[in-house]
C-alpha cells in the first residue's frame, strides 16, 4: 500500500529537549515537504527537498533542521523546542513539481505540544 | 505577495449543492489544487486544474479560470461525510504550493 509513514503521531515534551519526527515514504518519490498547521493559518511550508541530499527553506524554517540522507526518508529535527513550536505536524511527498499532477501523499500527521 | 482567498466557514444541508470559491493572486501559476481535510487527518487530494474550465469527478466538480484568478470546488448530493475542510493550494511559477487557509463545511441534516 503507497503511504507515507511519519512517526510519532502524538509528543508532549519540554522546553529545549531535541527531537526528531520520522518521516518515510514508499512510492519512489523525489519530492518531499514538511508542513505545519495552526487554526485559522493553513499549511505552512518549513522545508522541502526535490532530492537526495537537496533541501531547501520553505516559509517558516526558524527552528528546524532537516535532512535528505535517503530517498524514502525526510525527517524533521527540532533542536531546542519552545512552545510557539506546539502544532500539527505533515510529512507529505510527489514526484517533481511540475511532473503530471503533482498531486501530494500525506502522513498522518504528529501533533507535538512544547511545554 | 501572494495570496490565496477562500471563505472561512460554510453551512450547507444534506442532499443540497454547495460551491466554495477560491480567488488567488500568485507570482505565475502551474496549477490549482484542492484537497479535503476531515478533523484531526491529512489533506487527501480531490483535484488538480491547470487549463480553465471544469474537471467533473463524481459527485465534486473543479472550476477554473486563470484570467480571473478564481477557481471553485462544486460538491453535489451532499453527505454528512462531506463535512471536512476544503484547502485551495496554487501552484506558483517556481512549483511552490501557496495554501489558502481552508473552508470549513457544516453538513446539516
Known amino acids: 500500500e503507497a503511504q507515507v509513514t511519519q512517526n510519532p503521531r502524538y509528543l508532549i515534551t519540554v522546553t529545549g529537549k531535541k527531537l526528531t519526527v520520522t518521516c518515510s515514504q514508499n512510492?519512489?518519490?523525489?519530492?518531499m515537504s514538511w508542513y505545519r498547521q495552526d487554526p485559522g493559518l493553513g499549511l505552512r511550508q518549513i522545508y522541502y527537498s526535490m532530492n537526495v541530499e537537496v533541501t531547501d527553506k520553505g516559509d517558516v524554517p526558524e527552528g528546524y533542521k532537516v535532512s535528505r540522507k535517503e530517498k524514502r526518508n525526510f525527517p524533521l529535527i527540532l533542536e531546542s523546542p519552545s512552545p510557539n513550536q506546539t502544532s500539527l505536524y505533515f510529512c507529505?511527498?510527489?514526484?517533481?513539481?511540475?511532473?503530471?499532477?503533482?498531486?501530494?501523499?500525506f502522513g498522518e500527521g504528529s501533533r507535538l505540544t512544547v511545554l | 505577495g501572494q495570496n490565496i482567498d477562500q471563505p472561512t466557514e460554510m453551512t450547507a444541508t444534506e442532499g443540497a449543492i454547495v460551491q466554495i470559491n477560491c480567488t488567488y493572486q500568485?507570482?505565475?501559476?502551474?496549477?490549482l489544487f484542492w484537497y479535503q481535510q476531515h478533523a484531526g487527518e491529512a489533506p487527501t487530494f480531490l483535484s488538480y486544474?491547470?487549463l480553465d474550465g471544469l474537471e467533473e469527478k463524481g459527485r465534486f466538480s473543479s472550476f477554473l479560470s486563470r484570467s480571473k484568478g478564481y477557481s471553485y470546488l462544486l460538491l453535489k448530493e451532499l453527505q454528512m461525510k462531506d463535512s471536512a475542510s476544503y484547502l485551495c493550494a496554487v501552484m506558483d511559477s517556481n512549483y511552490q504550493l501557496i495554501w489558502g487557509a481552508g473552508t470549513k463545511l457544516i453538513i446539516k441534516p
Open positions: 500568485t507570482s505565475g501559476f502551474n496549477g
Open positions: 507529505a511527498s510527489s514526484t517533481p513539481p511540475g511532473q503530471g499532477s503533482g498531486e501530494l501523499f
Open positions: 486544474n491547470v
Open positions: 512510492m519512489n518519490h523525489e519530492y
